[in-house]
């Protein structure tokens, strides 16, 4: 039955491959369990809801992109970037309520949803400069970087609450304790996941993620709380289907929606396009062979999502590594969705990992956020100048949304003061004008 549906002698496969694959790429990305609840406890999400939210939203999504984008070996899960967008800077600096967050993540996937099904999303993808997109991509990255030295205790703010600023510690960031255990603990977590990747071991992060923490629950269980493996009891999904539109149509609102659907579709067009040259599905034309599925496929997944209560979920690069161990249908998917569901009931090891830990985790995704800059224009300060503003601007003014809208606007000043505004599409200079009203509204 399966082998007919997928086509496994038209795609060169077999069952056994398919298996293996999925597996391979459900141990690089099931790190996600772990970090998710970590990221948006923070914006004020319940952690165990976050945590069967993630792997039902998860399994939703891998197994339509199996069934809907049936030669697609993706696996897809909430999005690293975005959920920390949503925690730090939605929930956080914004102050939206997780509900309201919801709401913009709902709604965002709708309009993914939306254009998924037009002509307008090939028009939206060939429209954005390759070196803005590696360019957001890696201010992505140092987003989290940031945020993972936070989570570590390798950095501290020198910040304090009610002082003038003229006698505020200039430096605002300074190196933190690294004489404290669980710093260290980090630290090694972090050189564990390095030397594992270097040596083309699966499942790095996560090896290292349960590695480092049982050494944190046996040497240090006053710092590192241990609540156990397994659970029957499944958390109470107190985000599900809560959501509110109360500030979705308003100017912070747009603003979020744009950045999340902005944010989102690029990146899954990306890693689309990435898996696809890996998986031999670029035809001599170098056109992407059935991309629309799932773009249609992940978008539906990032509806799902938010009715499960959890940001927006999206595509895995890391899928790239199930396609190299043979991976070529939506078997690929199936697997990893069905894999993911079998973890709904580990709720109590996911949220026993040290914040140190999965510190490093972040710290080690970001190294593969950014590494992508070596494809940026350099020898043309045009396209390279507006891409490093947003690597720049994003960790330093900690918001996505900022550095997306000072890149664009820099862009296209860049293109008008030199004369070179024919051959720009219309799309850049809508999204420079967003931009530009975005920064206006909040500066």
């Not at 790095?204 to 993620?209: E, G, K, M, T, Y």
Request: proline share 4%.
């Amino acid at each position: 039955m399966m082998d007919k549906y997928f086509e496994y002698k038209k795609h060169k496969t077999n069952f056994n491959t398919e298996v293996r694959a999925g597996v391979t790429t459900f141990l690089t990305m099931a790190y996600i369990m772990a970090l998710n609840p970590l990221i948006l406890s923070a914006g004020g999400f319940d952690k165990g809801a976050v945590f069967v939210a993630t792997v039902l939203a998860t399994t939703i999504a891998c197994l339509i992109m199996a069934f809907h984008g049936k030669t697609w070996p993706i696996g897809l899960a909430p999005g690293m970037g975005l959920n920390a967008f949503v925690a730090f800077v939605v929930c956080g600096s914004m102050g939206m309520s997780p509900q309201e967050a919801l709401g913009a993540v709902l709604v965002a996937g709708i309009v993914f949803l939306i254009i998924s099904l037009t002509p307008i999303r090939a028009w939206i993808i060939n429209s954005i400069p390759k070196s803005l997109k590696l360019g957001i991509g890696a201010g992505i990255g140092l987003f989290l970087a940031i945020i993972g030295f936070e989570i570590m205790g390798l950095t501290v703010t020198t910040f304090i609450e009610g002082v003038p600023w003229q006698f505020q510690d200039p430096t605002l960031i300074k190196l933190g304790s690294l004489t404290k255990p669980m710093v260290l603990i980090g630290l090694a977590a972090l050189i564990t996941m390095f030397v594992l990747d270097q040596k083309k071991v699966k499942g790095s992060i996560i090896i290292s993620l349960i590695l480092w923490s049982v050494v944190a629950w046996i040497a240090f269980p006053e710092q590192a709380k241990f609540w156990g493996i397994a659970s029957w009891e499944i958390p109470t999904m107190v985000h599900f289907f809560d959501f509110s539109f109360e500030s979705v149509f308003t100017a912070m609102g747009v603003s979020v929606v744009f950045t999340l659907f902005f944010v989102d579709f690029f990146d899954t067009a990306g890693t689309l396009t990435s898996v696809a040259n890996v998986a031999g599905k670029i035809d001599n034309k170098g056109k992407v062979q059935d991309i629309e599925k799932a773009m249609l496929a992940d978008s539906v997944g990032t509806v799902a999502g938010a009715l499960m209560g959890t940001t927006t979920v999206t595509s895995y690069v890391e899928s790239g590594a199930g396609v190299k161990e043979g991976g070529r249908t939506g078997m690929t998917s199936l697997v990893i969705g069905l894999l993911f569901l079998a973890c709904i009931f580990f709720s109590p090891l996911a949220t026993s990992i040290p914040k140190e830990v999965d510190g490093a985790a972040l710290i080690f995704i970001a190294v593969l956020f950014v590494k992508n800059i070596v494809d940026i224009e350099w020898n043309d300060i045009g396209e390279a100048g507006p891409a490093v503003l947003a690597m720049i601007a994003m960790p330093l003014t900690y918001s996505i949304s900022n550095g997306i809208a000072i890149a664009f606007c820099a862009y296209a000043l860049i293109k008008i003061c030199t004369g070179k505004v024919e051959g720009v599409s219309p799309a850049i200079w809508l999204v420079a004008i967003l931009s530009a009203l975005n920064l206006y509204i909040y500066s």
